[in-house]
């Protein structure tokens, strides 16, 4: 136990050296919660129209967002979506709807411009949103965290402290601890200061957001273990890392709402551990039942039990293999 | 004269050999070909809902992760430039009887030509997968603009390894930073169509430039935005090898 400390103790230190990583992981995270709360503050997706001429038809309706032009905006705005349609009005009080985003946007335009209405979408809560952004941030993230460890790998560190009376389990254990708190404590502390600083609403209350977080922040840290001793390099683990926390997050919808769901697509992604997070937070921050999400909340808790399982086992093996 | 053929000899056989390195790197083969190929893939299937059929999904992203691709040749430059392996052999350059500024060049160059001709590759197959629309004749421009933002990226991530004198940290900061910068610059999601708010934050990434550039040159036709774009990043890399001249030091090879 005394091992365990101290080997804590040392990590700790040499990860308060690198500021420029610990200063880049908590700007992101700040940035995040920013973001998510721009998001929210602007109501989600609205259907922006650019107006060229008078029009008053379209004042007061929640799902669009009208601004009066004088000069038809350039196509590239739609395709950037600045503009989802240019609405140009003659004299004699006939329209005329450019948009690229096909038929449907087009007949509802027309149909609300002839007097009709359309409902509204269900939209993402402002506490997913954050949850989400934080997912993405602290899996790109935990990876840095564990880089220690490749590096004592690679200089031989880890064979001489596996050796010593410290043994690899205290050693690896140590690791995984120091990094789930230096990224865990701060969030969490950035967070109290957004709530109680600035008083934004956050979805959730601060104790279940401290809950909550635990999950997150596990499952970086395991997903690093894993990442980290299955790659030779750390080098390499950073940028496969990388790799694959950027293409899952976005295929589970971490980032966005994925609007377009097909079965088949339901069928690939559901078994991501992101997709059922999704839904924890979602269904949490709706106020439902614990029936209702505790399924998928184990269902990510197994996740952080394999990955950090086979970190270790992979590590375990090939030390006693004499790779390192 | 001869003294001057016999160094150019030297870089061009140090290029090679850069060149010959990337080439036969599976990761960064795949950072460069597949990986921006499955990200335009899931993209703009994901969000196809979002656009019609005259500009697809798939022509946003085709242009946009374009871009992200060669904001990400900024890696690949620090990876051929001062990855542990190769580092004992920059040493013996360095004592050999060619200029010391040859070695952070010939990278440079090495790095642009690798992934100058993975974008082709790519281009190619975007427009024969998903009929990516790159502006027809335009097109010309687009692709030169990008060549440039190459030559550019891969000068960023050598002066970046100058910089911080590791290749690893240097990796390391240049992931996140590429990362923010893109997401800042909407190449994954649109900034504009968050509000007048977010546009303006969207417009501090110099990303964010470069793609409303190039969106211009292909969706209105207009070649207004192509000087600035292209006299930007010519200064820009000027400015960095100035940069990498002035921070890269022998002993830090060691």
Known sequence: MNAFGCLMRLNMQRMASRKAYLLVTYV??????????????????????????ALDRLSGLERFQVESVNDAPPVSSLVRQKYDGIITVQVD???????????????????????????????????TTMMGFLLMILLLQGVMFLTLFGEDRESGTLRRTALS??????????????????LYVPTVVIICAARLGFGLELGYSLPAIAMLLIVPVLLAVGFALFVMAACRSSDNAVMTGGALTVLTCLLSGTVYAVTNEQTWWKYITQWLPQTQWMSVVGKLEQGLAISQWIGPLSYVLAWVAAFMIAGWAVCARRYRAGHY | ????????????????RDFMNLLTSPVMLLTNTLFPLLLILILGYLTRGQYGDTVTSYDYYGITLLVFHALNVSMTASNSFMERKLRASNMRVLYSPIRTSWV????????????????????????????????????????????????????????????????????????????????????????????????????FSPVKWVVDGLFRIVYDGSLWSFIPLVSGLLIGTALLLLGCKWTFRTEEMV
């Open chain 2, 1 to 16: 004269m001869a003294q001057f053929v016999q160094s150019t000899r030297g870089f061009g056989m140090l290029w090679k």
């Open chain 1, 28 to 53: 992101m995270i700040v940035l995040a919660i920013a973001g998510a709360v721009l998001l929210a503050n602007y109501g989600g997706m609205k259907v922006k129209l650019a107006v060229v001429g």
């Open chain 2, 104 to 203: 952070y060049l010939s990278k440079i160059l090495a790095t642009f030509v690798f992934t100058t001709l993975c974008m082709g590759m790519l281009a190619v197959l975007l427009v024969v997968l998903f009929g990516v629309y790159f502006g027809g004749k335009d097109a010309v421009y687009v692709f030169v603009a990008l060549a440039l933002f190459h030559l550019f990226s891969a000068a960023f991530g050598v002066w970046f390894c100058c910089l911080w004198k590791s290749e690893e940290l240097a990796n390391k900061i240049l992931n996140v930073v590429n990362n923010v910068l893109a997401l800042m610059g909407g190449l994954f999601f649109s900034w504009d169509s968050l509000g007048r708010t977010a546009e303006t934050l969207s417009y």
């Open chain 1, 93 to 127: 009080g006939a329209f005329e709807v450019l948009t690229i985003k096909g038929e449907k946007l087009e007949a509802e335009i027309r149909e609300v411009l002839a007097g009709g209405t359309i409902p509204d979408e269900p939209q993402r809560g402002i506490g």
């Open chain 1, 165 to 182: 009376p410290a043994g690899l389990k205290a050693y690896l254990g140590a690791q995984c601890l120091v990094a789930f708190l230096m």
